[in-house]
């Protein structure tokens, strides 16, 4: 969906380096949320974020940091990356006044941690 | 716990026939379901939804079955089209939890001509 855009696309780092990957709506929806998803299993969720003051903690947030810097913008940090690191990662928002009350996602970051 | 799962990891169909996919879900309080598809590259994109009052819901050849007794989700595509190749996933809210999803682990879907 071109109204939520990942950046960047594709990524390979070392372990042990900090990296961000960045994640803006131009939805205007409040609700904004990272997965990360691994071949053979559903997206995981890492953190999410209800509007610009909140931030909690999906069900697998060790290692991950997040950054909810505007109504539009959501940052997701892997601190010092290791290597089961390793997979797809997807942003989404979703705005609960809207029907269907679904989440809409972005194209993804491929991350490959060495 | 809350959780989410599939019975078949692939389905090979031909053109032109129906597929039924199937969901199992754990949590009885989960009051909103969603499929998804994932093409190849893509982020997953909403497909159909259907809340925990209701059993049946059908779109634009695509239909919802929801099982409340068994615990059971199933999406049929009428008609599926090479265009239907791509990986579905189910997914649950639990009503109390907002708007967080949790998501099976995804059927693939192989349309043969």
């Known amino acids: 969906d071109a109204d939520v855009t990942q950046t960047p696309r594709n990524r390979i780092t070392k372990t042990g380096k900090r990296i961000m990957l960045e994640c803006s709506q131009t939805?205007?929806?409040?609700?904004m949320y990272w997965y990360r998803q691994d071949p053979g299993l559903g997206l995981r969720l890492i953190y999410y974020s209800f509007d610009v003051k909140d931030i909690n903690k999906g069900e697998i947030s060790d290692g991950y940091s997040v950054s909810r810097q505007a109504q539009a913008k959501f940052s997701l940090s892997l601190e010092s990356a290791i290597p089961n690191q390793t997979a797809l990662y997807f942003c989404?928002?979703?705005?609960?006044?809207?029907?269907?009350?679904?989440?809409?996602f972005g194209p993804g970051t491929r991350l490959l941690v060495l | 716990g809350e959780s989410v799962g599939l019975h078949l990891p692939t389905l090979s169909v031909q053109e032109g026939d129906n597929s039924i996919i199937n969901c199992a879900y754990s949590n009885s309080a989960s009051d909103y379901f969603i499929w998804y598809k994932q093409e190849s590259g893509k982020g997953p994109q909403f497909i159909i939804d259907?809340?925990?009052?209701?059993d049946k819901r059908q779109g634009q050849r695509v239909t919802v079955l929801l099982n409340k007794t068994v615990k059971h989700l199933s999406l049929q595509i009428a008609a599926t089209q090479p265009g239907d190749s791509a990986v579905y996933f189910c997914a649950e809210r639990l009503g109390a939890a907002g708007n967080k999803l949790t998501f099976g682990g995804g059927t693939r879907v192989l349309v043969k001509p």
């Open positions: 989404a928002t979703s705005d609960p006044r809207l029907v269907p009350e679904t989440q809409y």
């Open positions: 939805k205007g929806h409040d609700r």
């Open positions: 259907i809340r925990s009052n209701m």
